[in-house]
């Protein structure tokens, strides 16, 4: 073959021109053999790491499969055929198959299945001899000979070996048939001698030795053979040996072991849905995976395909609607068997008595059926060589199990469904999958609308909007609900949704994202103040002594069809049986936060665990489809699941645990979202100084702005969660703590309306602790985000009654931010002069307090009124003095605040260029996370542009500004709008 080329079948290597490239050493061979068999498709760093490594991977895991990635990768550059790719998936080797010695010796096995060998005439026989031999002779020892770890050599290897002895078999049999009995009769001999107990070998060994006359040393080996079964395994050997040893007996030889000529064509499948609703693009899907590869002859052999998912997302009602549906793609017939993988027995259906329901379906006569699975296994797989059929596996529980079960037929299909990922099967059958998610609102909806008629969802649009909700996209509980309606016609929807109130709050409850207030027009505003700790030993438990959320409701109840398999309860708890305990516990646990998703860092405090063992569980349970990755590192489950882990929880962990759990993972948000908010504003934030995290907390690695934006922005959603759930249990501390720690996030975000929800929460648990100074700061984020929600005089009555809590506490810094928030009140309502009367005031308590931050913060305050107020010479004046502090600070949120004002004045005196070179300035720091403050920054400039005859240019900034605005501030996009279509109107 020209150019490179690739090998498995022997030592692993890299070859060129006759010659061995690489790699160097066992574990780069490793890392290239499973990149090899996935060719084309990206294989996952955690799969390489197991592969390498096992259970016990070092820390350094992930750093040195990046390095033996670097180092393939440059000893494969010069090569444009082959390309090591790079994805969000893992690491893919674009190489075409054919480069692949495994992949030829399989093409050239399939070739001589197509060749008619043993039925065609003698022509096709020599040529499936031809390209056997072929096959066979890319063999260079035992596969994967040299590789690092006991993953490769386990669990692929033999697949891969039972490959080539079924091969050297088909070989040897149509030799047989030839006629060159002295030659397969030598090379029967060895191998016997090397698998003593494979009974299809000893069988070839004793018909070859009875034509080349030599019957007596036949009737030995049987004894032999015979023997070494009783001592080995206590048995006796195979119906197949047993007839030829009697036919040898009898002076015949004209039972050869070849397979029973048998004429059935079984349709086993289960009756289609007439109700099948939705998943057109997962049909698709399959009908993508299972059509030969174009330029492929259609008899080819097609790779298993798997069907993936969750309990109850409709895995079978899938397979087996698609099977019907391409049923004529496979005219000798369909088999199915349910595996039992997931089920009430606990026991899964052994593979042996799923060939025999096989066999049986092929009308095998019971005594041509050997009595060892290896004997049954050949047998079936024979009687499929010539045929093309379909083979539904069902509900299967991991690959040992399917293994045993899948043709070797050219023509021939198996289908599997199981809630197990059967990565093996992936590695080592070269199996495509096809992961099932759940159905979206409009597939929910229509599933609804099939089963109960248009005119009953029509009726109650809100009740079904309700049980789409609720049902969280998974097809069993909606048909289950469905169900329900059908045998009570006369009840409203709305009854039959009321015992669908899972426990405890979800994770949409309170104001969510909805329409966000852009920040107002004038003077600077963020978080200041004093030291506001906790009151210590107060609050901080469940009240009641609960770690849970006490709802008496079972939200699972109402999701019972009358039987196990459409039990909503009892469906998830076949996958949660099949879990380590280890797994299941984490599983538990993480039902106690009512939020969308979890880290690995927040599973770890959650457990109480080190972060590879989390990392460890988490897999198990995505593994099992009990949780999904959504992004690396972050698992999510859907509210059916999270209600039954609650559930569990409650049932099998005590009390302490839970309060225990609950308190770590409220500390590592706690914690975490300190860390990061004093990364995004070193100055302007509470001053939080929360009590020590309890052992087994695990802090996010947080270590720079951009850092903490992502973190924020990955977890706010599951913080807003965390607020409301620990103020729900008494959790008063961490509830206020976390408010004040995302208010820097909410605040530059825009997210008025969760800044003021989490605020409402944090003001009535700062009261049950009875902590001033927490009340105060309370306030005072709430105060902030009802201005950028336009309730102005409900802003002013928080703000002085957080100005009373910081006196009483002699906080000088807290008074001031009051009274600065204070004076963008009266900015808002053009009183000028009394804004800049409460900025003096501020000065001065900021200055006593020794506050440089907030001096400069006012002074740009200050500043700004005397802009308003037409007096630009101390404008620039005190907004210099502001601009000096900030700098001598590295205070660039106060900096990018003052270049804002300094490009404000200039345009009011006229100095349009110098305007727009501040604005763009303080637009450095006001972009991506500062989305509010960068939407007034951005319409300032565009007028600018535009007052400086950059009329292009200003259009396309106000533009931008507008997108901005009508997203974060929709009731102010409006006046923006009109001054757009103003510019486009010739008479404007």
Sequence with gaps: MDGVEFRLLGPVGVWHAGRRLGPATAQQRTVLAMLLLEAGRPVPVTRLVSALWGAESPESARNAVQGHISRLRRLLAPYEEVELVTSAHGYCLAVARDRIDLFRFRELVREAGNAGGETGGEGGAERAIGLLRA?????????????????????????????????????????????????????????????????RLVSLLMTALLRCDRRTEALAVFRRVRRRFAEELGIEPGEELQRLHQAILAGRDDLTGTAPAVVAVPRHLPPDTELFTAREEELATLDRLTLPAPGTAAAHAMAPCVITGTGGVGKTTLAVHWAHRVSDRFPDGQLYV???????????????????????????????????????????????????????????????????????????????????????????EGARTLSLGLFSPEHSRLLLTRRLGVDKVDAEPRAVDDIVSRCAGLPLALAIVAARAQTRPSFPLGTLISGLDGPGDGPEDGPGDGPEDGPEDGPEDGPAGGDAQGVEGRGEGPRGGRADSGDSADGLDVFDGGDASTNMRTVLSWSYRALTPDAARLFRLCGLLPAPEISTAAAASLAGIPVRQAQRLLTELTRANLAVERTPGRYGRHDLLRAYAEELTRLHDSEAERHEALHRLLDHYLHSACLGDRLLDLYHRVPLTPTPPRPGVVVSRITDRAQSEAWFGREHRTLLAAIRHAARLGFDRHAWQLAGACWGFLSQEGRSDDQAAVHHIALEAAARLDDPAAQAHAHVGLAQALIRLGQDATSDAHLRAAQDLFGGQDDAAGQAICLIYRSVIEDRRGRYDEGLRLSDQALRLCRAAGDRAGEGRVLNNIGWFHAQLGAYGEALRRCEEALAIHRELHDLPGESATLDSLGHIHHLLGQYEQAISYYRGSLAWRRGGKRALGARTLRRLGEAQLAAGRLREGRSTLQRALALTAELAPGDADALRARLAGLDDPAG
């Design 338 to 428: 349910n595996l039992q993988g997931y089920g009430p027995t606990h026991i899964a259906r052994p593979p042996g008595e799923a060939v025999r329901l096989f066999l049986d379906a092929l009308r095998v006569p019971s005594e041509l059926v050997g009595a060892t699975l290896e004997a049954q296994v050949g047998l079936y797989r024979s009687l499929l060589a010539e045929r093309r059929m379909l083979i539904l596996l069902d509900n299967a529980l991991d690959s040992d199990q399917v293994r045993p079960l899948l043709p070797n037929a050219p023509g021939c299909l198996a289908l599997i469904t199981s809630r197990a990922e059967l990565t093996g099967l992936v590695a080592a």
């Design 135 to 199: 096959g066979l002779a890319l063999w260079q020892g035992t596969a994967l000979a040299d590789v690092a770890g006991r993953w490769l050599p386990d669990v692929v290897v033999p697949g891969i070996e039972e490959e080539r002895l079924a091969a050297l078999e088909r070989r040897l049999a149509l030799d047989l048939r030839q006629g060159r009995h002295q030659e397969a009769a030598a090379e029967l001999t060895a191998l016997v001698g090397e698998h003593p107990l494979r009974e």
